[in-house]
């Protein structure tokens, strides 16, 4: 079973400053199935990114998705104020279907 | 505008079951499997299963085979998530969620609002 680690757990950062979030996959993945979500308090998780690199509609070109096998990486560019939530990484895996999330990261202002 | 509309909040004792709908619109119903997603108060988000919404064939997680049956009505294009022999370990927000279609799919592209379901004596 694939086990994705996220870090930092907690990250602090101020607005206008880069954000880096790491996801490490316990064994190789597709690229193709590796997905980012955004999630605010009180609301539903929003697709980010897809396809480890793929921005879903809507989402801004401040927000990219990269890497490959077992480490990907979510960046923000430059932190507005409605960036601060918690982020979370996910799998897909066909052998049985299975989709499996990180424990999330959250993003605080400092 | 692609919607997924939910029923309301529940209480239920342990031992019990809870039956959540989740209504779409916006896009064909049957075009995209329908998964559930469940969160915990302040954890992290757990998948449940899947529906094809044009066989109604089910697949669900191995920690809830046996306890979860996802159902779905193409008349009024809703799926149901049916949760049973509930444990005070089941309290949630219990979300709907569409797959995308892009590249091999397995993300979710649109979310439920949600629906809190509390288990408590």
């Known amino acids: 079973e694939i086990v994705l680690t996220q870090s930092p757990g907690t990250l602090s950062l101020s607005p206008g400053e880069r954000a880096t979030l790491s996801c490490r996959a316990s064994?190789?993945?597709?690229?193709?199935?590796l997905a980012w979500y955004q999630q605010k308090p009180g609301q539903a998780p929003r697709l980010l990114i897809y396809?480890?690199?793929s921005r879903a509609t809507g989402i801004s070109d401040r927000f990219s998705g990269s890497g490959s096998g077992t480490d990907f990486t979510l960046t923000i560019s430059r932190l507005e104020p409605e960036d601060f939530a918690v982020y979370y990484c996910?799998?897909?895996?066909?052998?049985?279907?299975?989709?499996?999330f990180g424990q999330g990261t959250k993003l605080e202002i400092k | 505008q692609v919607q997924l509309v939910h029923s309301g909040a529940e209480v239920k004792k342990p031992g019990a079951s809870v039956k959540v709908s989740c209504k779409a619109s916006?896009?064909?119903?049957?075009?995209?499997?329908i998964h559930w997603v469940r969160q915990a108060p302040g954890q992290g988000l757990e998948w449940m299963g899947k529906?094809?919404?044009?066989?109604?064939?089910?697949i669900y997680a191995q920690r809830f085979q046996g306890r979860v049956t996802l159902t779905r009505d193409t008349s009024t294009s809703t799926v149901y998530m049916e949760l049973s022999s509930l444990r005070s370990e089941d309290t949630a927000v219990y979300y709907c969620?569409?797959?995308?279609?892009?590249?091999?799919?397995?993300?979710?592209?649109?979310w439920g609002q949600g629906t809190l379901v509390t288990v408590s004596s």
């Open positions: 529906i094809n919404p044009t066989s109604g064939n089910a």
């Open positions: 916006g896009y064909t119903f049957t075009s995209h499997y």
């Open positions: 996910q799998q897909y895996g066909n052998s049985p279907p299975k989709y499996t």
């Open positions: 064994q190789s993945v597709s690229s193709s199935s």
């Open positions: 969620a569409r797959e995308g279609l892009q590249l091999v799919g397995g993300y979710f592209d649109y």
């Open positions: 396809g480890a690199s």
